[in-house]
């Protein structure tokens, strides 16, 4: 407006000099040096050193691109064309959305251009996949976010020492291992409120720890070792850690992520968004980010169409879409494609050998917990022609360790134990006529020479295998077999004498109605469950005992989960029911601690704890003098007990008290009121029922009258 109002005056001041404004260079003008006339100017040079401020936030979905070549203009379309494809491709570039300034003189690009997308989520993301990105050999691309300007115009001209800041030691992010009362920690999810939470078995209740509205947009996520918790968001995923601050230790730029994954050693997050892009030319659907959890830089991306990326539940990716091997180191991690199986080491996170493992109709693949061997099956082709086979492959020589041709199969899944002793291979043939199948085992015993493999089928072979699951850290195996929902369980055991390996059956259950199986951790303990449609049927078995030790049920159960000790287990009924939404922690025998509801409740998960430090020897040692370790454990539990009593009392004495107090006022009450009650008695002053006569008198009350007028002939007689 002041603009305005300054040239209407100019032009009135014109029109008395009788001065043409429009005959008039207003460039050739040239102001006295240091006049100004009042008139501000809008030339940057004005400002000088001036401090510029941006609202934050306001250019987004703007980036600057540096370090693109420096071009006369009869090169402009063909620079314009190649950046416009390769930027084109992240998102939709808006109208009028690329500049590229040009040097006044000599009319050549200055080396980079401004790029404006729809929305934010395009410029972050075409930020994370260009930057670093070569051009050519002699350019790469710089890409920042336009907002991050403000931040780079405050550093100054000349280079100044860094300001050495006191070392501060941040949080011990294992603290919570070293709790006094050895209690371990889980997390909830109910509607909009997350909850990390202590159980207090001891207490029987669960101990508060941190509560958070809104921490996540969806689910959160243990790491395998539990130091971390991952949350997720609009634009990507985070991790926080702690006993019980949980600050926010990372964030990983992914706009949409919807499936995490840590590597088994916690020292890579593999995130992954599935949309629709916002550009009709990029069929690249799945996107999935490799990063190093502590720098929080991003190490690989693969980008590619759901049938890329083998399609799983509803339009998603197949998940993980990458499987982790050689145990904890984290040297390794594996994806299948179409006839091929593509094995990178994460020290430079290239293929190894610069190429896949080409087999030729590969189904399935699994690595084994602990060791880099690679467990692959192969289907059968030419309609039977050429049988199926399970292969073993050691990584990263690529040495088939051990093959087994598998004929008349029509379905196989593989079963690792979790030391990666054995493989339990599930088998589905077809019989001699091929309408029907039955099932049997395959068991490769890796730890042993020449990895000798034993068969097994069931009893009865045309059993359907309902469940599997191997003993953790041991010898033993249960199979859930029959029909519903009356199912038979077998225990077989796969160790024979002289630790030579031979299946051995040690038990059947039968008739019991359950579909899923459940160990503890630690082995020997055993739930078996009937879950959902079978409306949350629970046994606790002992398998060294081979025998029951109590059967429950929680209603409408969904979920179990051991915490990582063996020592609690807890079942939930997750919000798909509209009832008895929440969860019930028991002992590993079997009884019932604690019940909470929750409304809304769909979210239950214990944080894992990492493997001990102990070797085999100390802990065998510790199992040995058990008694003499228990002493402290067990005074302390008595004083826990004494003052649990103590607790008790007092509240029974409180309790007591304010009856006694309730009564005395009563009692005061009524006899005040003892003149009133002979007033109505007349006059009878006792209050004992038992001097009265009772006696029934019938007391009779018109209720209502009504009359009728009846109409009446004398001839009529």
């Not at 050895?182 to 941190?210: C, M, Y």
């Not at 292969?391 to 029509?410: A, D, T, Y």
Request: aromatic share 12%; glycine share 6%; net charge negative.
């Amino acid at each position: 407006m002041a603009d305005v109002t300054l040239m209407m005056e100019i032009e009135d001041t014109a029109a008395r000099l009788g001065i043409a404004l429009s005959h008039l260079n207003f460039d050739s003008i040239r102001l006295p040096a240091g006049e100004d006339f009042g008139i501000t100017s809008d030339d940057e040079d004005v400002y000088g050193d001036e401090k510029l401020e941006f609202d934050a936030g306001e250019f987004g979905n703007i980036i600057v691109v540096d370090d693109i070549p420096v071009v006369p203009p009869e090169k402009f379309e063909k620079l314009e064309s190649v950046i416009r494809k390769i930027y084109g491709a992240v998102g939709v570039i808006k109208d009028g959305g690329f500049w590229m300034p040009v040097d006044p003189q000599t009319q050549k690009t200055l080396g980079y251009c401004f790029i404006e997308y729809n929305t934010p989520q395009e410029a972050e993301l075409a930020k994370e996949r260009a930057h670093g990105r070569n051009l050519d050999k002699t350019h790469v691309f710089n890409v920042t976010m336009f907002d991050d300007f403000d931040r780079l115009m405050k550093v100054p001209d000349e280079w100044a020492p860094p300001e050495v800041q006191p070392y501060t030691p941040g949080e011990n992010l294992q603290k919570w291992l070293a709790d006094e009362k050895a209690r371990d920690q889980f997390v909830i999810r109910a509607g909009s409120e997350t909850e990390v939470l202590w159980n207090d078995a001891r207490q029987l209740k669960p101990d508060p720890v941190h509560v958070r509205q809104d921490w996540t947009e969806s689910f959160v996520q243990w790491s395998p070792l539990g130091t971390y918790l991952a949350t997720f968001h609009r634009q990507g995923a985070a991790i926080w850690g702690g006993a019980s601050t949980f600050n926010q230790l990372m964030r990983y730029a992914h706009p949409q992520v919807s499936l995490i994954d840590f590597s088994p050693g916690e020292k890579y997050l593999v995130t992954c968004s599935c949309h629709e892009t916002s550009n009709p030319l990029d069929a690249n659907k799945v996107v999935v980010n490799i990063f190093n959890v502590r720098a929080g830089k991003m190490m690989r991306n693969f980008k590619g169409t759901t049938n890329d990326f083998l399609t799983g539940l509803g339009d998603l990716p197949l998940w993980p879409a990458f499987k982790w091997g050689g145990g904890k180191d984290d040297k390794y991690f594996a994806r299948m494609g179409k006839n091929l199986i593509s094995v990178y080491e994460t020290e430079t996170f290239s293929l190894i050998d610069k190429k896949s493992i080409k087999v030729e109709n590969v189904a399935d693949f699994s690595w084994s917990p602990t060791e880099p061997i690679l467990a692959l099956f192969v289907p059968e082709l030419g309609g039977g022609n050429q049988p199926a086979r399970v292969s073993l492959v050691q990584i990263p020589g690529k040495e088939e360790l051990r093959q087994k041709n598998l004929f008349n199969v029509s379905d196989c899944e593989m079963y690792w134990q979790s030391n990666g002793d054995y493989l339990a291979v599930k088998l589905d043939r077809y019989t001699r006529t091929k309408k029907n199948t039955y099932t049997g085992f395959e068991l490769f015993c890796i730890k042993e020479r020449d990895i000798p493999i034993e068969v097994f089928e069931l009893n009865n072979k045309n059993d359907k295998i309902i469940a599997f699951a191997w003993e953790p850290n041991g010898h033993r195996f249960a199979v859930i077999h029959g029909e519903a929902p009356k199912a038979y369980i077998s225990f077989y055991s796969v160790r024979g004498a002289n630790n030579t390996s031979r299946v051995s059956k040690l038990t059947t259950l039968k008739r019991k109605n359950v579909n899923a199986l459940f160990w503890s951790p630690t082995g020997r303990f055993i739930i078996l469950a009937g879950l959902r449609n079978i409306h949350g049927q629970l046994e606790f078995y002992n398998v060294d005992e081979l025998e029951t030790m109590v059967a429950g049920d929680h209603f409408m159960c969904t979920d179990i989960e051991w915490d990582p000790t063996g020592r609690y287990v807890a079942t939930s009924v997750a919000s798909v029911h509209e009832m008895e939404n929440g969860f019930n922690i028991w002992s590993f025998n079997g009884k019932l601690l604690y019940r909470i509801l929750k409304d809304h409740f769909f979210q239950f998960s214990w944080r894992p704890r990492p493997p001990t430090f102990l070797s085999p020897e100390k802990e065998e040692e510790i199992a040995k003098n058990l008694k003499k370790y228990s002493k402290k454990y067990e005074a302390e539990d008595q004083d826990m007990t004494m003052l649990s009593s103590e607790q008790e009392r007092e509240r029974r004495r409180m309790l007591k008290e304010e009856w006694e107090k309730w009564v005395s006022e009563w009692r005061r009450l009524h006899d005040e009121e003892r003149v009133v009650r002979q007033e109505l008695k007349d006059g009878e002053a006792s209050d004992e029922e038992e001097e009265y006569e009772a006696k029934e008198v019938a007391v009779e009350e018109i209720v209502e009258t009504e009359e009728d007028i009846i109409t009446f002939k004398y001839d009529q007689e």
